[in-house]
């Protein structure tokens, strides 16, 4: 079995959405890794949203371009990045009233906040941008 069946079964057969570089190391060198995951960004298998950080993805049909494959959409996305590095984040009162079912109004979008300290970068999936400059 080569480093791409591997890298890919394991991806395939995951419950998780987001993947990191370092998730790979077992399975093959650093720039093994590094080319499988070009490969597979390129096929449309991943999609890469920052430094290291991979995201399930398929084609859509209508424009040819890959999109999250994430149930919960870009917000759910954005919720397992930060769960994954380990920061403590706190979303804007209106969503957790919709998310806790205390409102029946359905923010456009989620506003997150935490501690630049712990976490200081910016990610883009599709039109979305995970941001503390919110």
């Known amino acids: 079995m080569t480093a791409v069946d ?3 079964q394991k991806i395939k057969c995951s419950r998780r959405y987001v993947f990191e570089r370092k998730d790979f190391d077992n399975d093959a060198s ?3 890794v590094g080319r499988v995951l070009k490969k597979l960004v390129d096929k449309g298998v991943l999609m890469k949203i920052g430094y290291g950080l991979y995201i399930k993805s398929t084609i859509n049909s209508l424009t040819n371009k890959p999109m999250p494959t ?5 917000d759910a996305i954005m919720r397992e990045i930060l769960r994954l590095r380990g920061v403590d984040f706190e979303m804007d009162a209106m969503s957790l009233n919709s998310i806790n079912g205390e409102s029946t109004q359905i923010p456009a979008s989620i506003k997150y906040k935490w501690d630049p300290k712990f976490f200081n970068r910016n990610l883009k999936v599709g039109n979305r941008v995970l941001s503390n400059r919110q």
Do not use: E, F, N
Request: cysteine-free.
């Open 70 to 74: 994430h149930p919960g959409g870009t």
């Open 30 to 32: 650093y720039d093994q």
């Open 6 to 8: 591997r890298i890919y």
